[in-house]
């Protein structure tokens, strides 16, 4: 393995466990067994090993992202919103066949950028993949065409708050399942719960404020 691939593999683990600001450079050198010059030559500073770990998961879940919304924007038929969100189950669960535990990972790394308020990493994402952004939004409106701007924002907003939480937290969520409700999940079943939810939430009535 490369010594640059050491470093992301052993980053994007303490990054997800740890969060951004928790992991330090020293911690990710240690276990990967490279010295700080490494980071430096093969990154530069902390804040492109973040993007190089975001960027490994988004280069392989974008294209399939934007081909399955991409589908629905282009489908004569006017979609549910169930089905706008639901385009992301498989391409999140295929992150699995990418790397081991793929899916849960790419998704707590994902909370973390907003949880650690990581605001250069939101902006990298919309400016680095902006096909995703169009096409879910595309998606939306066309489910939803009723929603103002101004009010996809705030639905929006309160869904991303939502799969965060949810997703920070998934570990500890099944174990809860399986406790106390004797009910084995995985990661495809907090996915498989959490998106009606959310796409029930966006396709709530609109109220005069």
């Known amino acids: 393995m490369s010594t640059k691939n050491k470093i992301l593999d052993v980053a994007d683990v303490l990054f997800a466990n740890k969060g951004f600001n928790g992991t330090s450079l020293r911690e990710i050198t240690s276990q990967a067994n490279v010295n700080l010059a490494a980071v430096n030559y093969h990154f530069g500073s902390k ?14 879940l974008s294209p399939q992202l934007e081909s399955a919304l991409s589908l629905i924007c282009q489908a004569e038929e006017k979609p549910t919103l169930d089905e706008v969100f639901s385009a992301f189950i498989e391409p999140l669960l295929n992150l699995n066949s990418f790397k081991e535990n793929g899916t849960s990972t ?6 973390r950028g907003y949880t650690d308020s990581q605001g250069f ?14 096409h879910f939004t595309n998606a ?10 101004e009010e996809m924002f705030w639905r929006l907003h309160f869904t991303m708050g939502t799969l965060v939480f ?5 570990e500890a969520l099944i174990d809860i399942a ?3 409700f004797n009910n084995k999940l995985d990661i495809a079943g907090v996915i498989a719960r959490v998106i009606p ?3 029930a939430g966006v396709a709530a009535p609109i109220t005069k404020l």
């Open 197 to 199: 939810y959310v796409a």
């Open 47 to 60: 804040k492109e090993l973040i993007k190089a770990v975001m960027s490994r998961y988004m280069d392989e």
């Open 178 to 180: 399986q406790n106390d």
């Open 140 to 149: 939306v409106k066309k489910a939803y065409p009723e929603l103002s701007t």
């Open 106 to 111: 790419f998704l707590q790394l994902l909370g």
């Open 166 to 170: 949810t997703m920070s937290s998934s």
């Open 121 to 134: 990493l939101r902006w990298f994402l919309t400016t680095q993949y902006p096909n995703v952004f169009t």
